[in-house]
């Protein structure tokens, strides 16, 4: 045999490894210790568990390609002490060979906890083996030994991981306490969860409006840039996965295979998922007291990482991020109110000068054009008809102006029947059409009272703004072109030239 002083390597081998180190540098050690003893030529080991093969050195082995009914389990389960044996035909079956390889021997350790078998080492000799009574001593207490060690190992990695989860639990806690920030909230939480779980794919649901008794609408926000972030869609809580979820209130997890047509699809609209794939997913409530609020989302095509989670840890978590969230949507409620005009819902004059203010200094969202309006003979309309009336005609022209303008479009009552549309990323004939088409919408429109229609029609003016202009320029600039609108009949555009 190669080597002297087999014992007092052995302990020094033993000496060298501990709890916190990782299963692969066991198998390392293990390796560079048999070698300097035997004529080990490629060690691997067996995890009845994880039914995956760790082959040292590294080869290109596949272990899928090697059934587990074929790697003689029934023979070593049967005898718990050392296996030597020819590579006769029989184990030549087993795996991790490669043709240069041409081993002669294979050495087998089983592997217990206890009573309970969990695997097995294996070793490969360059030449023929015969081991006296000392080195199959050492080779059957390496295999005690690394039973020992792996078991501490998984009881440390487990302590590892609890301690991650109540540090994480703590930060989130804190986080509750120092954050109202909607968008910052879901991000630390998708980053969190995807963290302590070792996933790419995570997303958050939260219902943002209750449409009927039981149909909601939803904004998603995913981790992955190939889902579909924010994207709205309307839920049905009598079907499927939120019929469950909503009547059962705690974690639902399971298997599934995805279809299109299916409801779990749209939890994660991803690239990575393909059809007619068998995906583990677990889906969590973020309930607010006795109503569903939203869910977050989880799923793992590999299997490999859901099996492990505490759902009593996920749970505390999700009950933490449910107190945060509702602290954040409480105080982007308030600061809505305070942004808002309270009759319309439309942004007041403070916002829009505030975001003004913002998009001229952001020359990314250059040209900026801007729409003042303001209604014609307005006046008149409360005379005759009263303020009840007035505030009827300035809402129904709110959802007029939201109607017809994008996402990006800020829609705000300037003050008392004057309007600003501010138009960022548009040239000015882009805002003349708009205009143009919001007057004769406008005209065409007819305001249905108790027994008759009332007729409206707004002026407007127009301009975009040049980066020689002051922002109360550019602004009076549009008012002035409003009230030659005005001079020149009314119901019309008058655009800057």
């Known amino acids: 045999m190669v080597g002297k002083n087999l014992i007092e390597d052995f302990l020094e081998f033993c000496l060298s490894l501990d709890a916190s180190v990782s299963k692969e540098f066991i198998m390392d050690s293990i390796h560079n210790f048999a070698v300097n003893h035997f004529p080990i030529i490629r060690s691997g080991l067996f995890l009845e568990k994880e039914k995956k ?108 991981q609890r301690l991650a989860e109540l540090l994480t639990l703590q930060n989130v806690s804190d986080f509750v306490n120092s954050t109202l920030d909607f968008e910052k909230l879901i991000d630390i939480t998708l980053d969190a969860i995807v963290g302590l779980i070792g996933l790419r794919s995570c997303s958050i649901t939260v219902f943002i409006d209750k449409l009927f008794d039981d149909v909601f609408s939803r904004k998603q926000k995913a ?18 996965i939120y019929k469950k979820l909503a009547s059962k209130r705690s974690l639902i997890s399971g298997m599934v295979e995805i279809n299109d047509g299916d409801d779990i699809f749209s939890f994660f609209p991803s690239k990575e998922i393909s059809n007619n794939t068998r995906y583990q997913y677990i889906v969590l ?45 409480l105080y982007r409620k308030q600061e809505e109110m305070a942004n808002k005009d309270g009759l319309t819902g439309l942004f007041n004059h403070g916002y829009f000068q505030n975001r003004l ?16 309006l303001d209604i014609d003979d307005f006046k008149k309309v409360n005379d005759q008809y009263g303020h009840l009336i007035g505030d009827k005609v300035l809402k129904e022209l709110a959802v007029i102006f939201k109607k017809y303008t994008r996402d990006g479009d800020l829609v705000a009552r300037y003050g008392g029947e004057e309007f600003a549309i501010l138009l960022p990323e548009t040239d000015l004939a882009k805002a003349d059409a708009l205009a143009n088409r919001l007057v004769k919408i406008i005209d065409n429109n007819k305001i249905k009272l108790d027994n008759e229609r009332l007729h409206i029609t707004v002026s407007m003016g127009v301009a975009e703004y040049t980066p020689d202009q002051s922002k109360e320029y550019f602004i009076d600039t549009v008012d002035q072109l409003l009230y030659q609108a005005k001079d020149n009949g009314k119901n019309r555009v008058e655009t800057a030239e």
């Open 357 to 372: 203010s913002l998009l001229l200094n952001e020359k990314s969202k250059w040209p900026i054009s801007l729409l003042l």
């Open 53 to 160: 093969l760790t082959i040292i050195p590294k080869n290109n082995f596949n272990t899928s390609e090697m059934p587990p009914e074929r790697y003689l389990l029934k023979e070593i389960k049967a005898n718990r002490g050392l296996i030597i044996e020819e590579l006769n035909n029989e184990y030549k079956l087993f795996p991790g060979l490669e043709e240069q390889d041409n081993p002669s021997n294979i050495i087998i350790l089983p592997l217990y906890d206890g009573a309970d078998y969990i695997g097995f080492l294996f070793f490969y000799t360059g030449t023929v083996v015969e081991l006296n009574n000392l080195e199959e001593s050492v080779l059957l207490l390496t295999g005690k030994f690394f039973s020992i060690i792996l078991n501490k190992n998984i009881l440390y990695n487990k302590m590892e």
């Open 223 to 240: 981790l992955i840039a190939s889902m579909e972030n924010k994207k709205e869609i309307v839920i049905d809580l009598n079907k499927g």
């Open 285 to 329: 409530p973020i309930n607010k007291g006795n109503e569903l609020y939203g869910s977050i989302n989880i799923f793992d095509p590999t299997l490999e990482h859901l099996n492990n989670i505490q759902h009593n840890f996920l749970e505390s978590f999700v009950n933490q991020f449910s107190i945060a969230l509702q602290n954040a949507k």
